[in-house]
């Protein structure tokens, strides 16, 4: 009986990625596939041995991890953990999604009805969490756009569109003054 497991992940181009395995046995035989064709075999005593695109790029632990190193858009694809434990072959699957970085957010600001409205966007493959962050306080508002009463605006100061996908961050800042008419 062969214990099969699946997992959704991601890694950024450009990045080092490490497939989440977590395995607290001794493991003598580890094989790695990707769509099926073997990227990198272990056998207990000897070096890892890697094929294809990993040939330089990959980094195999004997707790079964795999690292990607300078992750590709073509190393999306399905792979499939094989180990043995002197017992019995277990297998576990993972879906590697390659997303691109992401992108500097764009922010856009006019003025209508006694208000600021300031938005903020940025085209990424995933939804984003926005937050902003203005007149130098740590007030945060998440939303894709932010609308300040006119009253309300110190034109010295800064916003700050702040976008975020996992672990990841980017920002950008616009003075307030240059979104007056």
């Known amino acids: 009986i062969a214990h099969i497991y699946c997992e959704d992940v991601f890694g950024i181009v450009g990045e080092n990625f490490t497939f ?10 580890i094989t790695w596939k990707k769509n ?14 890697y094929f294809g695109p990993l040939r330089n790029r990959g980094v195999l632990m004997e707790n079964g991890s795999l ?9 999306a694809g399905t792979y499939e953990l094989q180990y043995w434990d002197f017992i019995e072959d277990h297998y576990l699957n993972f879906v590697l999604d390659v997303l691109d970085p992401l992108p500097e957010p764009k922010i856009s600001c006019n003025t209508s009805d006694h208000k600021l409205v300031l938005n903020c966007t940025a085209n990424f493959q995933r939804p984003l969490i926005y937050t902003w962050k203005w007149n130098n306080s740590a007030k945060s508002h998440q939303k894709q756009d932010l609308s300040l009463s006119l009253e309300d605006v110190d034109t010295t100061s800064n916003a700050t569109c702040i976008i975020t996908f996992s672990q ?4 950008s800042e616009i003075s307030l003054i240059q979104c007056l008419p």
């Open 36 to 49: 099926k064709d073997k990227v990198s075999v272990w056998e207990e005593q000897n070096k890892p041995t």
């Open 67 to 75: 690292t990607i190193v300078n992750l590709e858009k073509g190393d």
């Open 20 to 29: 989440p395995v977590k395995i607290d046995q001794k493991l003598v035989e």
């Open 168 to 171: 990841m961050k980017r920002s």
